[in-house]
């Protein structure tokens, strides 16, 4: 049972934070489409005494004679890690059988470090990276300039189609072939549309590149079959644990064997010092639950309510980036600025006033800069824990039109949010805090 009372009297003002954090959590219709909520025995494993151990190293080591896996042989730097390294095994087990995976390495803090190891592992500096252009629906560590991936590497950027807002295969395949890279990069944090990554494997094969997935969206859906499985074509994928997978905050590596001892070694001590044991316990279980039946049914009710939200939004005259969505999230375009209308900025805090939370996003071919952003985006993982089903989807679109609508009407903004927390109070969470 959640219970708060040691950080009540120890110190008030963190209460008082966390205390409003779970307010908002309760009354806000949370869209952001990589957020979610963690389970109860997630969050235990997260705040347990598992915090107190340092455990740099691994739970294990590769035979010099066979190149065979040994678990518990002289793996660590500390003593007392055997409870730890039970933590940190189960977690690798789970991974690898809920992806169909070689090799996992649980270790990374997030999905950046995670990434930032995968990288290393296959290329070195100014090597060449073909990766989603960022305002197409990339991520920062996908090559932009203010993140290691742009200031290390010579990143060639590929985009969506402009007719269809959708990969083009062909026009990557033409890219690849001019630019010829080291390595190619596919996965997103805003690409609504399921990803061919046999096509990717195909063009990087053709030029002799390797190929790197970042799945950390849509993680979950691939967990349970309802997206293709980057593992066999990919030669290492990466992903967070908290988004669809619904885990606490953190990254996680997958590989082929024979990439397992140089990334290992590229994730501790090439990167990161101490791992976070009771992070990697909480992603232990947050594995269990999904490895679990009706984890499969979640993921299919996540898919289900974005259909209904896309169809929603669209029946409401909106405009949806490739005109829907596969997965868990899609991205309103709200045209340019000569169109008339809301930013993404300004949409995104009028939703904030209403109670909705989403972030602005570009669009692709956006001619506002990314801070301000044509677009809005919006997934259904986390409203999908709290319960909701299709029906709440259609209203929810409602809201999103009343509040385009009012966007600049503080007063009606504020009328949205007392519908919009009456919906929320109809799906309760923490309900043992909030007594
Ligand atoms: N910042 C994450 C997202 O919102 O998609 C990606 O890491």
């Known amino acids: 049972m959640l219970n708060y009372d040691e950080i009540k009297k120890v110190d008030p003002e963190i209460y008082e934070a966390i205390m409003n954090e779970v307010e908002r959590q309760y009354h806000n219709l949370e869209l952001i489409a990589s957020e979610n ?3 109860e025995a997630v969050m235990e494993a997260a705040g347990s005494v598992l915090t ?11 035979s010099r004679k066979s190149g065979e896996l040994l678990y518990r042989l002289y793996g660590r730097y500390y003593g007392g890690c055997e409870f730890v390294d039970d933590v940190e095994r189960l977690a690798i087990e789970r991974a690898k059988e809920l992806f169909g995976a070689q090799h996992a390495n649980v270790q990374p803090h997030s999905g950046s470090q995670a990434n930032m190891a995968a990288y290393f592992t296959l290329i070195k500096p100014g090597d060449t990276i073909l990766s989603l252009e960022l305002t197409h629906g990339g991520h920062l560590t996908h090559g932009h300039p203010l993140s290691f ?7 060639v950027p590929y985009g969506v189609n402009k007719d269809t807002e959708q990969f083009d295969y062909e026009m990557i395949r033409e890219k690849a072939l001019e630019c010829k890279p080291d390595m190619i990069l596919t996965g997103a944090s805003a690409y609504p549309r399921s990803i061919d990554f046999k096509k990717f494997r195909e063009i990087a094969d053709e030029v002799g590149a390797t190929l790197v997935v970042d799945m950390a969206h849509i993680a979950g859906l691939i967990a349970t079959g309802l997206h293709p499985n980057p593992i066999p074509y990919a030669d290492i994928v990466t992903t967070t644990t ?11 590596i997958l590989c082929k064997e024979k990439y397992a001892q140089e990334l290992d070694k590229w994730v501790f001590p090439g990167i990161q010092g101490g791992p976070l044991e009771h992070i990697i316990a909480a992603k232990a279980v947050a594995f269990k639950e999904a490895l679990a039946d009706d984890f499969v049914v979640y993921q299919k009710q996540i898919l289900a309510n974005a259909q209904a939200l896309a169809k929603g939004l669209i029946k409401r005259g909106f405009n949806l980036v490739s005109d829907g969505t596969d997965t868990h999230l899609m991205l309103l375009n709200l045209g340019s600025e000569e169109e008339g209308g809301p930013s993404g900025k300004k949409m995104e805090g009028s939703l904030d006033i209403a109670g909705i939370t989403a972030n602005k996003n570009t669009v692709p071919f956006d001619t506002r800069p990314p801070f301000v952003a044509s677009g809005i985006r919006l997934g259904t993982p ?12 259609d209203i929810v679109a409602d809201f999103i039109r009343k509040v385009y609508d009012n966007y600049d009407d503080e007063e009606q903004l504020i009328k949205i949010k007392e519908d919009v927390q009456a919906l929320c109070a109809q799906f309760t969470i923490f309900e043992e805090l909030r007594k």
């Open 149 to 155: 991936s742009g200031k290390l590497f010579n990143i």
């Open 52 to 62: 107190n151990k340092y455990a740099e190293g691994y739970p294990y080591r590769y």
């Open 382 to 393: 986390a409203v999908t824990t709290r319960g909701m089903k299709e029906a709440e989807m």
């Open 37 to 39: 909520i963690v389970s």
């Open 242 to 252: 908290h988004k669809t997978l619904r885990g606490p905050r953190g990254g996680m």
